[in-house]
């Protein structure tokens, strides 16, 4: 893996993504969202993950994330799991689901393809963090992900988007208590 993809700096910001596997569509259905929310709230309130901007696209997600205690990677590590496990248990209860026989099939392929799996794998490895030194990256970055549904064409305005950070930057309240 290049230099360029770790986490260098114990205390560094940094730009994240993770995508789900062969970049399937998973995030259309609300209440998959839901489920990366609340493990981004869990990883906020109990394991020292410090939150500047996000957005959770139809098949990855982008944040702005640090850390002044505990390692990123570790954080970043049990959030991906537990999402994987918990969203691949929402797909299997989900009887409304009409692609669910064939996302299982895809989770479980990949996760017999991989032998840290222990049967799927939902998420690609990886995290492709990127610090960020200056402030005009940061708001580069901080565009780049609050641009991502309206570049995609799912609304008008970045903070009409409800699955971002974009409304706390207009003084609105979002879903995940970030620093601002």
Known sequence: ????????????????????????DVFTRRQYKDVLVDSINYCIANKALELYAW??????????????????????????????????????????????????WFFEREGKANPNN???????????????WSNNIIDQKMDYIHNNPVKAGWVDEPAHYLYSSARDYTGDKGLIDIII
Do not use: C
């Not at 893996?1 to 399937?24: A, C, D, P, Q």
């Not at 222990?118 to 960020?132: A, M, R």
């Open 118 to 132: 222990e049967q799927y794998q939902f998420w690609q490895q990886g995290n492709h963090p990127i610090e960020l």
């Open 55 to 104: 957005v959770i696209m139809s098949n990855h997600v982008h944040m702005i994330i640090s850390t002044k205690s505990k390692p990123m990677p570790d954080i970043l590590r049990d959030m991906k799991r537990h999402t994987s496990k918990t969203l691949v248990k929402a797909i299997t209860e989900n009887m409304q689901e009409s692609r669910r026989d064939w996302l299982l």
């Open 1 to 24: 893996m290049s230099s360029n993809y770790k986490f260098h700096n114990k205390e560094g910001l940094y730009f994240v993504t993770f995508s789900v596997i062969r970049w399937i």
